[in-house]
């Protein structure tokens, strides 16, 4: 059976491939249009589908639209209410539901040869759901999901069991810790369903100052749902302005709500324990980006493993209603292989690219060891490697890379790519040496999805791998699956002893991450990275500006 799956509705649009139970493709419209997030996350963008993404997916496979079985589009109108009737105060969302109604209509016009009649709705929290427990390594397990909003619910616990989902809760808006958090995020000067991740970091500047009042206002109802409505936040700090400063009550406004995040979230996790007693949690929707939260749900949950999906937010949902319509026809989902689900091109297509680009470059032997010189150097190196990552963190085939050992490198990479100072970089580390440096989270942690201690001997080893608070949102990497990335930091390694590099997506503020050899290319033009690796070539910065003299 060959589906694709469709994310339209709220943000950060997207399209994956399933045929035969099996991931073929997954990617974001960002890639391809170079808009960040694919659209601005309003009702009234809801009619715009991620089609470059689309067709790129018919496009791997070498099949054409008439060939589908299904299209999976992970909202279903039928489940929605009146926004007035879920408390919600979002003037048009009665579109959002047109819109949605109309999809079938839509996607037929953009897949022409397509039967409108193919075109399946699956629900929001059900494409989430099985976006964490199909594409994981585990025929069953404990499933939660929690984002800002589906059609009438922000959450749902349930258990998969051989593709087959039981919900045990859902709660319905306005109730929505994801929301919480968005109106959090506005209220700090960041951008709303985009920035969340900003304020993650800025908690960690702060104090929990205000988290006894928050306990009254945030809290678990005992039976699998929550209370969590948005406060007048101008009671703690008033509004932020995006000044680039931080700091202050509004960090603690932060730290306080991020606090209360976890201890709800942890009890959440804790009563689908209770009612499932599963070896194993799976997890998505957007506050599964919460790295900080994850890790205490694995280290006070009796869950003895926890499974992220690494496009954890609703991009994941292409991939998980694609799946779940799969599954739904008897057709066992393969696990995910891997985040790396979007273009790539072959060594000679690159080598390609660079010669229509008229740039130097070396296809060298020793790669990896040429690449290690330079980051033992205190170089900075522009890392693309293989088919691009599904969800935004960058995990070692858009990369940025430098040196952990200088305390300096994190400003530096900020600087590269024009960001704010708080933000911090993440270390990659060799899977055999991981449990050596952290600790306090799972082990392999692949995704970067978990938040580690560092170990006290390390911490001035690797400065620029750890966060203010003495922990790092650690990638663990495995030769294995990832060789020209594990024998790069193994040459690091004998040079430096350090089995750790810093990492940090390729893109430069505001813009997507690179996707093509062509914005590869434009962001080593434009920051000032010192080394461009495009899979086993080698670009050089005096290479490239002493030929352009
Ligand atoms: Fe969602």
């Not at 999901?145 to 809760?169: C, F, K, M, P, Q």
């Not at 969340?196 to 100052?209: F, I």
């Not at 434009?522 to 910065?541: I, T």
């Amino acid at each position: 059976m060959r589906v694709l799956g469709v994310n339209a509705i709220f943000h950060d649009p997207s399209a994956a491939l399933v045929v035969d139970g099996r991931i073929v493709a997954a990617a974001e419209e960002e890639r391809f249009s170079r808009r960040k997030h694919g659209k601005r996350p309003v009702a009234f963008s809801a009619w715009e589908l991620p089609e470059l993404a689309m067709h790129w997916c018919l496009k791997q496979a070498g099949l054409r639209p008439e060939e589908l079985d299904a299209v999976a589009y992970s909202f279903d109108p039928a489940l929605t209410k009146p926004a007035d009737d879920l408390g919600l105060s979002d003037p048009w969302d009665h579109l959002r539901v047109t819109y949605a109604q109309n999809a079938p209509n839509f996607i037929a016009t953009a897949l022409p040869g397509l039967d409108r009649d193919a075109v399946r709705f699956v629900a929001h929290h059900v494409a989430h759901a099985a976006s964490a427990a199909l594409a994981s390594p585990h025929r069953k397990s404990a499933v939660l999901v929690l984002d800002g909003r589906g059609e009438r619910a922000s959450h749902l616990a349930g258990r998969y069991t051989n593709g087959r989902l039981e919900i045990l809760a859902s709660q319905e808006l306005p109730q929505s810790l994801g929301l919480l958090y968005e109106s959090l995020t506005e209220h700090l000067g960041f951008l709303r369903s985009s920035d969340e991740y900003k304020v993650m970091a800025l908690a960690s500047y702060g104090q929990p100052r205000f988290l006894e009042e928050l306990r009254e206002l945030i809290r678990a109802d005992g039976n699998g749902g929550f209370v969590a409505e948005p406060p007048d936040w101008s009671r703690w700090a008033p509004p932020r302005i995006d000044d680039g400063s931080w700091g202050g009550d509004h960090a603690d406004l932060a730290c306080s709500i991020q606090h209360r995040l976890e201890e709800v979230l942890v009890e959440l996790a804790g009563w689908l324990y209770e009612q499932t007693g599963e070896r194993v949690l799976t997890m998505a929707g957007g506050t599964a980006l919460n790295c900080v939260a994850n890790s205490r749900i694995w280290r006070e949950t009796p869950f003895e493993e926890v499974w992220v999906q690494p496009a954890a937010g609703d991009a994941g949902t292409s991939l998980g209603a694609a799946l779940q319509i799969s599954a739904d026809h008897n057709e066992p989902a393969s696990m995910m292989p891997s985040a790396a689900l979007g273009r790539s091109w072959s060594d000679d297509e690159l080598a390609g690219w660079l010669r229509a680009a008229g740039v130097p470059f070396s296809t060298p032997d020793d790669l990896a060891g040429e690449v290690a010189d330079k980051l033992a150097a205190d170089g900075v190196i522009a890392w693309f490697d293989g088919r691009s990552e599904f969800g935004p963190r960058a995990l070692g085939y858009r990369s940025l890379l430098a040196h952990p050992g200088r305390a300096e490198n994190l400003e530096r990479l900020n600087d590269v790519k024009g960001r704010e100072q708080f933000r911090p970089v993440a270390p990659m580390v060799l899977l055999e040496h991981a449990a050596d440096i952290f600790t306090g989270g799972p082990i392999p942690s692949p995704y970067m999805l978990f938040v580690h201690d560092v170990k006290p001997e390390w911490r001035q080893r690797i400065p620029a791998a750890v966060h203010v608070d003495g922990t790092a949102r650690i990638q663990t990497v495995d030769p294995a699956t990832q060789p020209r990335l594990g024998s790069t930091i193994e040459q690091f390694y004998r040079r430096t002893g350090l089995p750790v590099v810093i990492n940090t997506s390729l893109n430069t503020a505001g813009r997507p991450m690179v996707d093509d050899p062509r914005d590869a290319l434009e962001l080593f033009g434009s920051a000032p990275v010192d080394l461009l690796v495009l899979g086993p070539h080698l670009v050089r910065r005096g290479g490239l500006f002493s030929a352009a003299t």
